[in-house]
């Protein structure tokens, strides 16, 4: 094996050798964390060669090649005698663990690369991890071992009893790279020996499962490329505010995750039809567009209708609606409930679910943090608040009764882990009892609510004992359960069903109007005096952070810097309360005026121009076109009119007007692309 490259590790905790093998197992796990043009892999068998077990009748057995290539193969990379046959197992007492993965490579038109099969040997007691891919030679799956692409991966201590970690190839100069299943060997030195020098080092445990856990990642991919492929387009022709591209790929990559989900679905359970859904709080509907496009028959509901409901046509349904936790919002018929972001629907997605029938299952994605009766509280600092909000999730779909599951998209979001509850943990004639469960936990958490709301101590305890009540289940059970059943009514639970119809009487749904709360709705006066009263503070703060310089060149002052806790610290209390009813308050007033201020990590400062200067060869290089006059000197620059040594650009360069001459009506309109009717009816299937 000849050396790529080594790294020298400090070892402060003593993590090491554990953390190198946890290191290992992420690349082997998950390939696509660091290779991006992987998608992944499948793990095809694994197999621990315990004592009296042969190694190399392992590897023969997991990929069929010839035990004589095979014993020559484990010589060279052991450097030990040809006799390993009998020989090996002595000269390691701790043992091999042998694994067979396919390494699957993103559905690409610029990379055609097929999966492709690689043999893993970790020998425990000389730390290291050999990488042996195998290519097919005949379609019956006939393997041969690819040796000018073997690479080994070891830890190992110097002579200063230093940790070293480095990565060797067998036939460095025959090695053959196609820069996706096989990548260049600078790469497995620069990029995939770091990572492992990183993870190797590191004391940080995730929280969530990998991705895509509970599918098959080759499914996912084919599916995903070819819807991605037929609705790109959409990009194009948007017409809601929100980013076009965060939001047709997010949705295109929860409907691959379902479209795979319920395919394995309907094979295990021997399905007769594709399943149904429903989609509460569907938002743009676009996931219900792709899923009824796929031939599942569904709809969506929302408290507000978007601009793009009417561009898909009527195989689409959507139902302009707001959704109340009661009798009404009962899907008996349905298979699936979806809540996609679902805010203040989202703990009560597994309560919709476990009453509307026994068979009806459920896909959550929380995002908003709310609970029951309103927005959720902490109960403990221990883990994150996401965390501890998916929990409560789980914990909500547990005692509804589910068997919940979770596992992470792979969507642009920072907010990924899924729930899904797809099967119960009780039997259907147990329904009575476990919906008491629900009523009393329900109930519990009512309790809890206004506990917090009057400042008093909220309990964790929950009684989930059996009353006498409960609610009409609607079931479709066998007969056999059916003298089991009794009608009760909800005497002793304040989950009473209204004449309406509904469960509660203080759920509050979201506004069918969609408030502006970024700060842009105040008045212009008064953020112009915040603005004039923080830059102000700025500039004398400058004076005294930088005297001496200040002093000597009498440059433009840029002024100095301070904390957002200082700043607001400046500002009057009913100041501060107008900038407490946005969202983001007093930042993101200050982010909005980005010609004036600068905020990064927590700090505020006068955005510097003379910058601008100095860069100008590097900008006029990055530039492709220029700024469009529509948008220039249509307001008046803020350091032109208020900053005591003037703009520090010229008027020729800087992008506001330097004075009312300057000033000119703005000629920007919103250009809405444009796009033909055949085009349109091709994209959505009208």
């Not at 929100?242 to 795979?260: C, M, N, Q």
């Not at 009498?554 to 100041?575: H, I």
């Not at 349109?680 to 009208?686: D, E, G, M, P, S």
Request: net charge neutral; proline share 4%.
């Amino acid at each position: 094996m000849t050396v790529i490259r080594e790294i020298t590790l400090e070892d402060p905790t003593g993590a090491l050798p554990e953390r190198f093998w946890s290191a290992v197992d992420v690349w082997i796990e998950k390939p696509h964390v660091v290779n991006r043009r992987l998608c992944g892999m499948k793990l095809c068998d694994e197999r621990e060669v315990h004592e009296k077990e042969n190694l190399l009748q392992v590897l023969q057995d997991l990929s069929k090649i010839d035990v004589t290539i095979l014993s020559e193969l484990v010589a060279t990379i052991h450097c030990c005698s040809q006799d390993v046959h009998s020989n090996l197992w002595a000269r390691n007492s701790e043992g091999y663990k042998i694994l067979l993965r396919s390494v699957i490579p993103k559905s690409s038109p610029r990379y055609k690369t097929s999966a492709g099969k690689e043999m893993i040997i970790k020998d425990f007691c000389n730390k290291r991890a050999t990488f042996i891919p195998l290519v097919e030679e005949n379609s019956e799956g006939m393997l041969r071992l690819k040796q000018t692409n073997i690479y080994q991966v070891q830890l190992a201590e110097n002579a200063s009893h230093q940790w070293l970690i480095s990565v060797s190839a067998l036939c460095l100069e025959d090695w053959e790279a196609d820069g996706v299943i096989y990548p260049k060997v600078s790469w497995l030195g620069a990029e995939l020996l770091s990572k492992l020098a990183k993870w190797s080092t590191e004391n940080k445990i995730s929280e969530f499962k990998s991705t895509l856990s509970l599918i098959s990642v080759e499914k996912y991919n084919s599916t995903y490329h070819r819807l991605k492929e037929q609705y790109k387009e959409m990009v194009k022709v948007w017409p809601e505010v929100t980013d076009p591209e965060k939001f047709v790929f997010e949705d295109v990559a929860i409907a691959t995750y379902l479209l795979v989900l319920w395919e394995e679905e309907q094979i295990k359970k021997s399905l007769p039809e594709k399943q149904s859904f429903v989609d509460l709080g569907c938002g743009n509907g676009l996931l219900v567009h792709i899923l009824t496009n796929e031939g599942h028959r569904g709809k969506g509901i929302d408290v507000r209708r978007r601009k793009i409901w009417d561009m898909y046509g009527p195989q689409t349904l959507l139902e302009e609606c707001a959704i109340i936790p009661g009798d009404s919002f009962l899907f008996p018929g349905i298979d699936w409930l979806i809540g996609n972001h679902s805010d203040e629907l989202t703990p009560w997605l597994p309560v919709i679910a476990a009453r509307s029938s026994y068979f009806c299952r459920y896909f959550v994605l929380p995002c908003c943090f709310f609970d029951l009766y309103g927005k959720y509280c902490r109960k403990q600092s221990k883990n994150t608040q996401y965390r501890e909000y998916l929990d409560f999730v789980i914990e909500v779909g547990s005692i509804c009764g589910f068997q919940v599951e979770e596992d992470t998209l792979r969507i642009p979001s920072t907010k990924r882990v899924c729930l899904i509850g797809k099967e119960r943990s009780y039997s259907y004639c147990d329904e009575i009892h476990i919906d008491e469960q629900r009523k009393d936990y329900i109930n519990s958490r009512q309790q809890c609510s206004l506990n917090v709301a009057s400042g008093t101590s909220c309990f964790t305890e929950r009684n989930c004992e059996t009353s006498n009540s409960t609610d009409n289940i609607n079931n479709e059970s066998s007969k056999s359960c059916s003298d089991e059943r009794t009608q009760v009514s909800h005497d002793k639970c304040n989950l009473n069903t209204s004449s309406s119809g509904s469960w509660i009487t203080n759920f509050q749904p979201r506004e069918k109007t969609e408030q502006v709360r970024n700060c842009a709705s105040l008045p212009r006066d008064f953020i112009n005096s915040v603005v004039l009263q923080v830059a102000s503070a700025l500039l004398e703060a400058g004076k005294s952070q930088n005297q001496s310089a200040y002093k000597q060149e009498r440059a433009w002052n840029k002024g100095g810097t301070l904390t957002l806790r200082e700043v607001a610290e400046l500002l009057s209390k009913d100041t501060l309360q107008k900038l407490k009813n946005e969202c983001g308050g007093l930042q993101t007033l200050l982010k909005n005026s980005h010609q004036v201020f600068e905020v990064q990590n927590g700090n505020v400062r006068i955005r510097d121009w003379t910058m601008l200067k100095q860069s100008d060869d590097c900008l006029e290089k990055k530039r492709k076109l220029p700024p469009p006059e529509e948008v220039c000197k249509t307001r008046i620059c803020w350091f032109f009119a208020n900053h005591p040594d003037g703009c520090p650009l010229t008027s020729e360069r800087c992008s506001y007007a330097h004075g009312a001459g300057e000033l000119r009506p703005s000629q920007f309109k919103s250009k809405k692309k444009c796009i033909t009717d055949n085009k349109v009816a091709t994209l959505f299937k009208l």
